[in-house]
């Protein structure tokens, strides 16, 4: 007789909390489940709250996969491949309960982009039988990103208990409703070029500018390769000309790839495409080596905005 697995579930739950003792006395009973329930419990977490939460564990504490959040919480796109992997190796059969701490960061675009991030996990993590709860502390994020955990988490963790949140939205709907992350200076160009068959000026160019701008050879060369493939998306899929435009001061580059085609789906690039598949790199690609990446469907076509800090780590070192 063949026994019928459990069907997978997986849970997305935000926690709101202004205090230490409240972070405690949510997260402990619910660690404390997992490991009675015999579940896979991972805390990835600020040291601070690591260590609240070893203390409060005892020991138990040694039972619980503790992952530094500074180092988990580097950029979304590898993030999500960082939990797909993880999520793998649990053994058939059981859940994993994972506390998952984002760190937000101080700029605004780094808010928008980690936001954007929590909604993409209902869909990048659907197939795994996980509950992943994010504490959001009131007291160090601005009022905005909390507001937004309601939107991007199907379910709510408070005094209350565990409830159904009033304002989630389908990742999509959230996804288009977000300001950009990328600050296109409203000034002219630095430089720009109409982009031909061959691509190797706007190689070279794009080479020299970032350069220039105080990026090593090595990020350098992995900046090019990801422009190179959204300017071959650009002419591949676009129609008529394509355009590169390419802006630089002391905080970065910022790179603005147009052309006149359809555009992609507001979720691509945030996943590498199936196993085997020729295309659909480009925007992965980018969305891994860039800092922050932006498309936007315009009325005349498909806008790929990129910015990338000369102080910023290389794909490989978040790897």
Request: proline residues 8%.
């Given at each position: ?24 006395a ?10 009675e ?13 690591a ?34 992997a993880?999520l ?25 982009s ?14 795994y ?12 994020l ?10 991007t988490?199907?379910f ?25 992350t ?31 701008a ?23 899929h ?9 802006w ?9 790839v147009?052309?006149h ?32 990446v ?12 990129l ?13």
């Amino acid at each position: 007789m063949t026994v019928a697995s459990p069907p997978r579930r997986f849970d997305h739950d935000a926690f709101v909390h202004d205090t230490d003792e409240g972070y405690v006395a949510a997260l402990v009973p619910l660690l404390h489940g997992a490991l009675e329930s015999g579940e896979v419990a991972v805390a990835v977490v600020s040291s601070p709250k690591a260590s609240l939460l070893a203390k409060a564990l005892g020991h138990h504490a040694a039972r619980v996969e503790f992952v530094s959040a500074e180092s988990w919480y580097m950029h979304p796109v590898g993030t999500i491949s960082a939990y797909e992997a993880r999520l793998r190796e649990t053994p058939a059969g059981r859940r994993t309960v994972l506390i998952g701490e984002v760190q937000f960061g101080d700029h605004p675009g780094d808010w928008t982009s980690w936001t954007r991030y929590e909604a993409l996990l209902n869909t990048a993590l659907s197939t795994y039988d996980a509950n992943v709860v994010c504490p959001y502390d009131r007291r160090k994020l601005p009022p905005g990103v909390v507001e937004d955990a309601l939107r991007t988490h199907p379910f709510v963790v408070d005094g209350a208990g565990r409830h159904a949140s009033y304002a989630y939205s389908e990742p999509d709907l959230i996804l288009s409703s977000l300001p950009a992350t990328v600050e296109v200076p409203e000034r002219a160009p630095d430089f720009e070029m109409p982009l031909s068959r061959s691509l190797r000026d706007a190689r070279r160019l794009f080479s020299a500018v970032t350069v220039s701008a105080g990026f090593d050879p090595d990020r350098t060369e992995e900046l090019t390769l990801a422009v190179n493939e959204i300017a071959t998306n650009a002419l591949t899929h676009g129609r008529g000309p394509g355009l590169m435009q390419l802006w630089a001061d002391p905080t970065g580059l910022t790179c603005v790839v147009s052309d006149h085609g359809a555009g992609a789906e507001p979720q691509v690039g945030f996943q590498p495409p199936p196993l085997g598949s020729t295309s659909g790199y480009g925007l992965w690609l980018s969305r891994r080596i860039f800092d922050r990446v932006d498309t936007v469907v315009e009325d005349d076509g498909f806008r790929v905005a990129l910015f990338a800090s000369p102080t910023g780590q290389s794909a490989r070192e978040r790897a």
